[in-house]
């Protein structure tokens, strides 16, 4: 279902400004268009009560498959953080889906990265299968009606977000 993806920023320049335009656009990957009906998923939270995607049906929702020992993981989290405060009034959230610890180390990851964002836990790669990838992170984004509609395998810096999920979110 998914292909290859393509990743920027290999060469850095030495001027503030390339530099400044470099980690606007680069380390970061663009997102592949699907459209594919969003899984069948559910998960215990952080808190440990059972949420399902269906549950946030009308909303735009960012699945995101994380685990708290992969780098580019956590390198992405205070980007997804800072865009979910900006647009969650406009039914946008984020679902972080944890993949193999343990609820009590989760919990207290979630709580020292300052995350508010839902967080969910997936002992068995529940997720991963779901929606048929394996590399961490990656991340899907899905429709109000319910509908997969971009997918990424790394990194995700705010411009990606910008140019790509605020205009989902700005559909009705």
Same mark, same amino acid.
């Given at each position: 279902m998914l292909t290859a993806f393509l990743l920027f920023g290999f060469g850095r320049k030495d001027d503030a400004a390339s530099q400044a335009a470099a980690d606007e656009s680069s380390y970061s990957v663009t997102p592949n268009e699907v459209n594919f009906p969003a899984p069948e998923l559910s998960l215990e939270n952080v808190e440990g009560e059972t949420e399902s995607l269906k549950d946030y049906r009308g909303k735009v929702v960012l699945v995101n498959n994380w685990a708290t020992w992969c780098p580019p993981c956590k390198a992405e989290i205070p980007t997804l953080e800072?865009?979910?405060?900006?647009?969650?009034?406009?039914?946008?959230?984020?679902?972080?889906?944890? #993949? +193999?610890?343990?609820? /009590?180390?989760?919990?207290?990851?979630?709580? %020292? #990265? +300052?995350?508010?964002? /839902?967080?969910?836990?997936?002992?068995?790669? %529940?997720?991963?299968?779901?929606f048929g990838t394996g590399g961490l992170p990656n991340s899907f984004v899905i429709d109000r009606q319910g509908t997969a509609r971009l997918a990424w395998v790394g990194e995700i810096n705010r411009a990606m977000l910008e140019k790509y999920v605020t205009p989902i979110i700005a559909e009705e």
């Open positions: 800072a865009y979910y405060k900006a647009h969650k009034e406009e039914g946008f959230v984020i679902i972080g889906i944890e #993949a +193999g610890d343990p609820q /009590p180390a989760v919990l207290n990851f979630v709580k %020292a #990265a +300052g995350i508010t964002y /839902p967080v969910w836990i997936d002992l068995k790669n %529940a997720s991963l299968r779901a």
